[in-house]
């Protein structure tokens, strides 16, 4: 879909010339004769006369209504308009994270009925309006809301009608001021960083494999001089010392990798890094701890973590954020073989650290471990993974929240207030040292998984003995990187929150998150 932008002042919109105008307003003003001076500069357009005019009568329901869909107004050039009551002022930065998180919920079905009106209707082109919208927050969100909401995934649709990303294919965005079009231009940025996001976690794992992972890497760094990529091959890997992290994928046809992708957009090109390291398992099939049939389909999405690592390298190249930022994509196939790693299996970290294998289903903590070893020689500011790691996450915090583990009270404090600012929630979960002891391994250092232990801070304790000195944060995203028993479904999240504490820490360069424990 083409996206353009224009300055178009709400009472110019007769010119656009679009199939379909949608406008958001406050049904209140439109059909409210005395709101005139209530709605600042805005002024109504005379073919707004028309619609008063023909539902004199329907005035006072309307007022109540959602959505309102008329067919050939004169006077405008667009065949349809479409208005969408808005019904509260537009402003998100000014608000509690809660009345932000509500708007933009709001748009997000808002959004969502739209795009599903126009594909209904076959409309090719539409031009959206918000006259009331001149918060620089809103106007990102409402694009936000739209861009996702038609967002379709049918790459391997073959029909005539299915190939169709969706019908529209030109959306015009309307602004009322003319400054407002950078705000728009960064909600682009951040759209064609979901968007990869979402495609790669959509993909079939028989597509999206480690090697696919390491190819999108380096076509990432081969268009942006700000990006560079350096892929680590198996046998690099295994000389390395990464036992755990080979291990993994040992049982699989499919060659481990670990793409490891530097983006150096600060001043200084030395200033510490934030490292952040996404699982990508692109199938899970547990392994020899074979997971149950049911649902098994859900596995290709095991590399959630790894493609919203990839979408955000995408994004900061885009806008050029002043950050230096390290992304390790932690990749590998999980099958059962004759060569596949074995519960009792006793494997050697990367840190030299020792793992007794319980379970071959606790894996995303075994590449992660290594890879949280291997990122340590950067120096980093921070370290973050980010994993669908459990389903335990799920039982606890459900689609509404991500996971947070740290050995950061700053850190984690952070983390969530970029969660609420960006509306990408995460819950802070405990790692006290009584969570440790399922861990104990009475012939290694440590076992891989705990028993009768709550799985998602099991989880995040293991991932704790590998952060050395360096801040580190996990986030558990597998209950709210894909919607469960719907295809198709990846949500792209934590990438919001990801790019709002980029963002905030680029602001401020000389951010420090001192260890500490973490108290709730």
Not at 337 to 357: C, H, M, N, Y
């Amino acid at each position: 879909m083409k996206i353009e932008t224009y300055h178009i002042p709400f009472f110019n919109a007769d010119s656009c010339s679009a199939d379909c105008l949608v406008a958001f307003i406050d049904f209140a003003w439109l059909f409210d004769a005395t709101s005139q001076s209530q709605a600042g500069e805005i002024q109504k357009p005379s073919w707004l006369a028309h619609i008063l005019n023909v539902t004199p009568s329907l005035s006072a329901s309307c007022s109540e209504s959602k959505h309102l869909l008329i067919s050939e107004v004169p006077n405008l050039k667009a065949s349809r308009l479409l208005l969408v009551n808005t019904n509260k002022s537009n402003s998100i930065a000014n608000c509690t994270p809660d009345e932000a998180h509500k708007t933009r919920n709001m748009l997000a079905r808002q959004a969502t009925f739209i795009c599903s009106q126009l594909d209904e209707l076959n409309v090719k082109s539409a031009c959206v309006m918000s006259p009331f919208a001149n918060c620089q927050a809103y106007i990102q969100a409402l694009l936000d809301a739209l861009l996702f909401a038609s967002y379709r995934f049918k790459a391997f649709k073959t029909s005539p009608n299915a190939q169709k990303p969706t019908s529209t294919k030109r959306l015009s965005i309307a602004v009322e001021r003319d400054e407002l079009k950078p705000d728009i231009a960064r909600a682009l940025a951040v759209h064609e960083g979901k968007s990869l996001t979402r495609d790669l976690a959509n993909l079939p794992g028989n597509i999206c494999t480690p090697s696919y992972f390491a190819e999108c890497a380096e076509a990432l760094a081969s268009d942006s001089s700000l990006l560079t990529t350096e892929v680590l091959d198996e046998a690099t890997l295994k000389e390395m010392g990464m036992g755990a992290y080979v291990a993994v994928g040992q049982g699989s046809e499919q060659p481990t990798c670990m793409p490891v992708m530097h983006y150096k957009g600060a001043a200084d090109p030395d200033l510490p890094s934030i490292v952040l390291i996404g699982k990508g398992i692109t199938f899970d099939t547990g392994g020899i701890t074979l997971k149950k049939p049911p649902g098994m389909q859900n596995m290709i999405y095991d590399m959630c973590g790894g493609a919203t690592v990839m979408g955000i390298m995408k994004t900061l190249t885009a806008l050029r954020l002043p950050v230096n930022v390290t992304g390790i994509i932690a990749t590998a196939e999980n099958m059962p073989d004759g060569k596949a790693f074995r519960p009792g299996d006793i494997l050697t970290t990367l840190s030299g650290q020792t793992v007794e294998i319980i379970s071959t289903d606790a894996e995303g903590r075994l590449v992660l471990c290594d890879a949280m070893t291997y990122a340590q020689q950067f120096n980093p500011a921070a370290i973050i993974d980010i994993a669908t790691l459990t389903g335990a996450h799920i039982v606890s915090l459900g689609s509404h929240a991500s996971g947070l583990m740290s050995n950061s009270q700053a850190l984690s404090s952070a983390l969530v207030e970029a969660g609420e600012s960006s509306s990408d929630r995460a819950w802070a979960m405990p790692i006290w040292d009584d969570y440790q002891e399922p861990l104990d391994s009475f012939a290694a250092d440590m076992r891989n998984s705990g028993s009768n232990s709550p799985g998602m801070i099991t989880a995040g304790c293991f991932l704790s003995r590998f952060a050395g000195n360096t801040p580190w944060a996990h986030l558990d995203i597998a209950g709210t990187s894909f919607q469960y028993g719907k295809g198709n479904s990846a949500t792209a999240r934590p990438f919001s929150l990801l790019l709002a504490f980029l963002t905030q820490y680029s602001e401020k360069p000389d951010s420090t998150w001192p260890l500490s424990p973490v108290l709730y």
